[in-house]
């Protein structure tokens, strides 16, 4: 999937409320670190937020004022406070560690090639199962319908000539606000009862979404694209994406399983070809913690481990392990704490290695450089081709 | 973005440290973004909460916010954005399926009969959207339901929801365009 469309999608999902809170915290922390982001997170903020004049007001309660009052600084110590408030903010924030911030990371890594800096070659795996195209069947819920008064044109039958969508004279404008608020209110109760049949038969099987038209550049920037950052932002929307897909196919399977007989020829990756191919993404199965996220990226040799619930022991590092039938068990990179860290072994894995390979975190003490793991496993789980 | 309620000047005025401005952005506003919180949270004391955080933050953003036009845009989406982080940080104990309803009916400085032109411009494109997706769309901003649920609303697989999700945001990023 393209780059720059992944990064306005994401945008336009957090502004929607739809991601997690560990993914809200990382995007947060992506907004901080990468300017154009930020950007993005706007422009969608600004793009739904019309809809608050369809809301309904409440009153707050009576002291409120006074409390946020009382909470400003006082005048005199206004600039101090404020950069008081700065780093509070960032305090505040659940991960201070770095998620590969584009600008703070000190890797001496080539650059990444041109055409994914542009965004334009990054080109994923197409899904193959693609979703049947929804219709929606059901007109019985017509109050629903009237929960924002918007011409539908996926309802052919309507009877309405000016309910073409291109005019923007639309019937909502005619409404008294508390009309619009009652017809909001009400279509909860009937939908999903009648729907369900419909919604789950035609429930696609893979989470990347079809592309659309093809895809527009990014208006907001009008500085000179940092390939570094694209490619940042590809391995950063492994976890937004990625990570809820990959973690409901992934949290039953067995965490270890003994390795089956070897298959008559491996399957060839398809993408081996392209140079600047996707990166592989895995989300580790909990263990006693949180997950792990990581990227694998065979052609620039790089892991960027994303997310890591808490930075190894005094004394002791993660070490990543892969384990396949054609490989054996081979260490992929040593890591305290999130960062990317080079490694030659990943190129030499290649693709292909990783493409059926289980991967694991042992612990291991600092001083022991192991061929084999020995510490206990406490995160595992499988590299699927992003 | 028209800004009949001067809400910029006020802005700017509490910038450089006007407290009495402050606190009649709030009086304009309150009402409304209180609205949007409440909802989200359905829970006074949490809405309060986000509503007292998104003005904090205001006040001492406001020096770099005070040249940007649609200061209301800003403020809603720092509501909603204490106002979902709330919402998620309680997971799914605070799901509530059930209409959002005001007890009480709230004068609103904001309330106007005239819909924006970009209102019209989004539902326009929301009404391209299958009616299933369009509500998925509508119930995520307004109601802050999180994936799972809108799982539990459409009774679909969570992976359905992402891909609807997914495909919505594509279809309106092209047709409200750059």
Known sequence: MNAMEELRRTAAEYVLGTLDADQRAAVREWMAADPDFAALVRLWETRFAPLHELSASARPPAGLLDEILAALPSAETVAESESQADDAIIASQPEPGPVSPPEAEPVSTPEPPAETADGQGASGPVPVVLAAEEKPEVVAAEAAEAELEVPDQSRPESPEPDAEVSVPEIPVMEERPDTIEEAKDTPQAEAPAVEAPALASEAPLFPPAPRGPPPEPIPEP????????????????????????????????????????????????????????????????????????????????????????????????????????????????????????????????????????????????????????????????????? | MTDPEG??????????????????????????????????????????????????????????????????????????????????????????????????????????????????????????????????VLHAYYDGWSKEALSIYCDAPPHAVNTWIWRSIAELDVCLGP
Request: proline share 8%; glycine share 6%.
């Open chain 1, 222 to 386: 009008a500085e000179p694209r940092n390939p570094w950052r694209v490619l940042s932002g590809v391995l950063m929307l492994a976890i937004l994406l990625g990570g809820t897909a990959l973690v409901y196919r992934e949290i039953h399977r067995p965490i270890e399983k003994p390795a089956p007989p070897p298959p008559a020829a491996p399957p060839p990756a398809p993408e081996v070809k392209q140079s600047n191919g996707p990166d592989f993404f895995a989300v580790l199965h909990p263990q006693p913690m949180d997950g792990v996220a990581l990227t694998l990226d065979p052609d620039t040799s790089e892991v960027a481990v994303l997310q890591l619930p808490a930075a190894a022991p005094e004394g002791m590092r993660y070490n990543l392990w892969v384990t396949s039938e054609a490989l054996g068990t081979r260490r992929i990179a040593m890591f305290r704490e999130t960062g990317t860290i080079r490694s030659e072994e990943l190129s030499s894995i290649g693709r292909a290695g990783l493409s059926d390979a289980m991967l694991r975190l042992t612990l291991e003490p600092e001083a022991l450089d192991t061929s084999e793991p020995t510490g206990e496993t406490v995160f595992s789980g499988k590299a699927v081709p992003q």
């Open chain 2, 7 to 136: 809400l910029k000047d006020l802005l700017v005025a509490a910038s450089s440290g006007d407290r009495a401005a402050f606190a009649r952005l709030y009086g304009l506003t309150a009402p409304r973004l209180h609205g949007i919180a409440l909802r989200i949270l359905r829970q006074e004391d949490l809405a309060a909460d986000a509503l007292r955080a998104a003005f904090v933050r205001l006040w001492h953003e406001a020096a770099s916010l005070a040249g940007e036009d649609d200061i209301l845009t800003l403020m809603v989406a720092r509501v909603r954005r204490e106002a979902l982080d709330a919402a998620r940080a309680r997971a799914e104990s605070g799901l509530s399926l059930e209409p959002f309803e005001v007890e009480e009916e709230v004068e609103d400085p904001l309330a106007s009969d005239v819909r924006s032109p970009e209102l019209g411009r989004l539902l326009s494109c929301l009404g391209q959207l299958s009616e299933e997706r369009r509500r998925m």
